[in-house]
């Protein structure tokens, strides 16, 4: 299966359901333009300025009934910084060799020996209240853990991607590791044995109880064959700083090797924030961490096939903007309000390499 990603930006300042329409026919071209179907779409990552008055306006829209509840779908709050309302993240297999099942926040698409899993799981209000986020993050985890094991999987085994977004992250972000720490402890997930890609970022869901939504991302393939990305003249093992995740992962999936880097920042191998208050130099730090890491996977920034730019200042996005045009000009990117896990990092960047 050939898989190719890609990003459409509704237009700035229009209303969510003008940019909707907008990101409709945009993708409607795009689909035509490589004669597929729009079930063709495996999944998609809707970018919201203001989830909780604008999920059931995508929900209803036709471009999610007609394209993304097509394939596996999720949504996040995270600000775009280029004044749309609404961006649209979304893979698409280009030979029509998948096979889906499920609903759009839990499919599996399987395509030869590989199925993947990918569940979005976002906790009601009424499961949430009272809850700590530590207790929320141990049962979005359970969750995906429980349709794992009816697979024949394990979190250990077949996990290869998460992402955890988190509401007021300065806050709730040392409780949500606590919470994956346990998980992992439970899971036979050490630093002895490996730790699961991921991104730890600010995010927010349509409902206000919840603290911790996560996306996961697995995959059951006897080729999997995963490798852990180091680089470790220039980044030190998370758990020397206590957190649990690894720098990136490559893997084989539907016949082909993927690289995921996860969150990346201006940081060193000591586990120290470079260069305080100056987003400029802490951009040119994380791209080439990024680097180094895509070197241990044979690959270089040339590589990427896809990237989002999470900021903590929207007084930066000039900069960043202006960063991105220059270096990767054809790369399919988002750019958007989050916060960082530390709050002195000011710019952290994740991406997929082909």
């Known amino acids: 299966m050939r898989e190719v990603v890609d990003v459409i930006n509704a237009p700035s300042f229009v209303s969510v359901s003008e940019g909707l329409d907008d990101i409709y026919t ?32 995508v929900r209803s829209h036709a471009l999610y009934a007609d394209v993304l509840s097509r394939g596996a779908f999720s949504y996040v709050g995270q600000p775009l910084l280029n004044g749309a309302k609404v961006a649209v993240m979304f893979v698409v297999d280009l030979d029509s060799k998948a096979v889906k099942r499920g609903s759009p926040d839990k499919m599996i698409v399987a395509s030869g020996e590989t199925e993947a899993f990918y569940h979005s799981v976002r906790l009601r209000d009424e499961e949430a209240v009272g809850l700590t986020a530590r ?59 490996h730790y699961i890609a991921s991104t730890g970022i600010g ?23 995963p490798r852990y990305l180091n680089a470790l003249e220039y980044l030190n093992h998370t758990h020397e700083y206590g957190v649990a995740f690894e720098r990136g992962v490559k893997v084989n999936a539907f016949g082909n090797e993927k690289v995921y880097i996860s969150g990346t920042a201006s940081i060193d191998k000591f586990g120290k924030c470079l260069y305080v208050g100056d987003v400029k ?26 990237m989002v730019v999470y900021l903590r200042d929207v007084a930066d996005v000039k900069f960043l903007n202006d960063y991105v ?13 989050a916060d960082v896990c530390r709050p002195q990092w000011l710019v952290e960047v994740e991406c997929v390499a082909k």
């Open 135 to 193: 207790q929320q993050t141990e049962m979005i985890f359970a969750r995906h853990i429980e349709w794992l094991e009816a697979n024949g999987m394990t979190l250990k085994d077949n996990c290869v991607r998460t992402w955890l977004f988190v509401r007021d992250i300065d806050r709730n972000y040392a409780d949500v590791m606590r919470g994956r720490n346990a998980v992992f402890e439970k899971e036979g997930l050490t630093a002895d044995t």
């Open 281 to 306: 130099r802490q951009t040119d730090r994380l791209f080439l961490n990024i680097s180094q890491l895509l070197a241990d996977a044979g690959r270089t920034l040339n590589d990427i096939a896809y």
């Open 26 to 57: 945009s993708m409607k071209q795009w689909f035509s333009s490589r004669e597929i179907a729009f079930d063709n779409i495996i999944r998609s990552r809707v970018y919201l300025t203001d989830p909780a008055n604008q999920l059931e306006v």
């Open 203 to 225: 995010g927010y869901m349509a409902q206000t109880q919840p603290v911790v939504a996560i996306d996961f991302f697995s995959v059951k393939d006897k080729c999997l064959a």
């Open 325 to 337: 045009e220059k270096h990767f000009p054809t790369v399919p990117c988002v750019v958007v309000k």
